[in-house]
């Protein structure tokens, strides 16, 4: 199906997307990699009366380490994370970037805009949650940093007014004692995860002294899996800590049944990808070399 007709406006600063949007109201969107916001207008589930194109602001597309932080900017792909040196320097944001759909989409798509569409399915959110991350918010009348434990209200919902945007996306680099990994099971690599599990670990010795462990797409946000991080704080990571920290995972989630599975399925997933999410953090955080990829029905 074709969308509505729109208007097209191409910004050429943050300040002018930010004055549109304000000028033509709630009818405009903004228009990153367009990878969420086309299909859905093709679907006529979105009908925006004005486009706002972010895509041809310069400088918008980078990734800065800076003083302990790495920087992404809003209009950063998937691809060019997947393939940066920088990124890699935080190995959990490789595994997602190069997790994400197909080489098309990631061509095309952003953080910024995945983080601004707040897909239950999405994996940005789930795998940011578990570092330390902070959103610049930008309009014409100014900027906030938003901790990203903050921006993401509800589904397909955040904390951005309507004429604010996503300057960039801020992410501490974790000390080297520290080990995460993203995995998802998938019934095909160009659709979104049925199940996925985030994991950062940060070990003293075979002692994991801090977890952070989020669950995606078995709720309407991120779930955080807190009793599963109880279960691992302050102890060696196997037997039993690690059989606790699997169930309390399973318990957290919060899944519907729908075309990707049942919600039993899908916790019994959510159990599995637990395991070994946990299993190649500790290796990480040793500092042992993981190739981790999604599993694929
Ligand atoms: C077939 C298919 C499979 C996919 N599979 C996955 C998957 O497995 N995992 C996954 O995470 N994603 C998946 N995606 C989504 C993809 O990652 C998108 O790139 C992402 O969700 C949105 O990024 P975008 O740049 O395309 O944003 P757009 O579609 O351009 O915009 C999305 C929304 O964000 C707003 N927006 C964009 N940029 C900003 C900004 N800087 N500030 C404020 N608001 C902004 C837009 O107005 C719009 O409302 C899939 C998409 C498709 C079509």
Redo the contacts with the bound molecule.
């Keep these: 199906m074709y969308p509505r007709a729109f208007d097209y406006h191409r910004a050429t600063s943050i300040k002018e997307a930010s004055t549109l949007l304000a000028e033509l109201g709630d009818d405009a969107?903004?228009?990153?990699?367009?990878?969420?916001?086309?299909?859905l207008m093709k679907l006529r589930f979105a009908n925006p009366a004005h486009l706002v194109d972010?895509g041809f602001i310069p400088d918008l597309s980078y990734i800065n380490e800076d003083q302990g932080t790495l920087r992404f900017g809003?209009m950063t792909t998937?691809a060019e994370i997947e393939h940066s040196s920088v990124a890699a320097k935080i190995p959990i944001v490789h595994d997602c970037a190069a997790g994400?759909?197909d080489v098309q989409?990631r061509n095309?798509?952003?953080i910024?805009?995945?983080l601004?569409?707040a897909?239950p399915?999405?994996?940005?959110a789930n795998v940011l949650l578990t570092l330390d991350t902070h959103v610049r918010v930008a309009s014409a009348k100014g900027e906030r940093t938003v901790p990203l434990t903050d921006f993401i209200k509800d589904a397909y919902t955040t904390e951005?007014a309507h004429d604010e945007?996503?300057a960039e996306v801020v992410v501490k680099v974790p000390p080297r004692n520290n080990g995460g990994a993203y995995l998802a099971f998938k019934r095909t690599a160009?659709?979104?995860?049925t199940a996925s599990v985030a994991v950062q670990l940060t070990m003293e010795g075979d002692t994991c002294i801090e977890a952070a462990i989020v669950l995606g797409c078995v709720g309407l946000t991120p779930v955080k899996a807190g009793d599963a991080e109880a279960a691992l704080r302050g102890t060696a990571v196997t037997g039993k800590a690690l059989i606790a920290a699997v169930d309390a995972a399973r318990t957290a989630a919060d899944p519907q049944t729908d075309m990707r599975g049942s919600a039993d399925y899908k916790r019994a997933v959510i159990g599995a990808l637990t395991k070994r999410a946990i299993e190649a953090a500790v290796r990480r955080a040793r500092g042992e070399q993981v190739q981790l990829s999604h599993s694929y029905a």
């Excluded at 903004?30 to 299909?39: D, E, M, V």
């Excluded at 399915?121 to 940005?124: I, T």
């Excluded at 160009?190 to 995860?193: H, Q």
């Design positions: 969107k903004l228009l990153a990699g367009g990878q969420s916001l086309i299909p972010l809003p998937h994400i759909a989409i095309r798509g952003t910024g805009g995945s601004a569409e897909d399915s999405g994996d940005w951005l945007l996503i160009p659709v979104y995860p």
